[in-house]
């Protein structure tokens, strides 16, 4: 920093809505969707605290389209396994109440056995570690 210049006022400028700075962004001789204005402006919240995570991020309504059956890529081809959610994820989902929004409903039941099945195995494990230290 220049030592002569010990205060200096940065000019108060006007904040621009997202819709206005998207406004000319398009794809496809469509406009910028709602939905995905609203989630990048949830994503480019300055504060951490209040900015979105990128796992509430996977519940935002922009991400639909990828929660319905026999939807493909661009190209036409399958899309990647996207619900492949490991025991972690999927309770974390849970705690946040994101589980029924992320997921769609036909992997929920899949899912929620799997929880289930680790935690029985954590259980047993955890029976068998008792009897041993006895």
Same mark, same amino acid.
């Given at each position: *920093?220049?030592?002569?210049?010990?205060?200096?006022?940065?000019?108060?400028?006007?904040?621009?809505?997202?819709?206005?700075?998207?406004?000319?962004?398009?794809?496809?001789?469509?406009?910028?969707?709602?939905?995905?204005?609203?989630?990048?402006?949830?994503?480019?919240?300055?504060?951490?605290?209040?900015?979105?995570?990128?796992?509430?991020?996977?519940?935002?309504?922009?991400?639909?389209?990828?929660?319905?059956?026999?939807?493909?890529?661009?190209?036409?081809?399958?899309?990647?396994?996207?619900?492949?959610?490991?025991?972690?994820?999927?309770?974390?989902?849970?705690? *946040?109440?994101?589980?029924?929004?992320?997921?769609?409903?036909?992997?929920?039941?899949? *899912?929620?056995?799997?929880?289930?099945?680790?935690?029985?195995?954590?259980?047993?494990?955890?029976?068998?570690?008792?009897?041993?230290?006895?």
């Amino acid at each position: *920093m220049n030592h002569n210049y010990t205060t200096f006022r940065f000019p108060h400028v006007k904040p621009l809505d997202w819709e206005t700075v998207f406004q000319q962004v398009g794809h496809n001789d469509e406009s910028m969707p709602n939905e995905a204005i609203d989630l990048i402006s949830k994503m480019l919240i300055f504060n951490p605290d209040q900015r979105i995570t990128a796992f509430e991020a996977l519940a935002h309504p922009f991400f639909n389209e990828l929660r319905e059956e026999g939807t493909t890529c661009g190209n036409g081809k399958p899309l990647p396994p996207l619900f492949d959610f490991d025991r972690e994820e999927i309770q974390a989902a849970q705690k *946040m109440n994101i589980f029924d929004k992320v997921v769609p409903e036909r992997f929920r039941e899949s *899912m929620l056995e799997l929880v289930k099945t680790d935690k029985e195995d954590g259980d047993k494990d955890a029976e068998d570690d008792v009897k041993t230290s006895e």
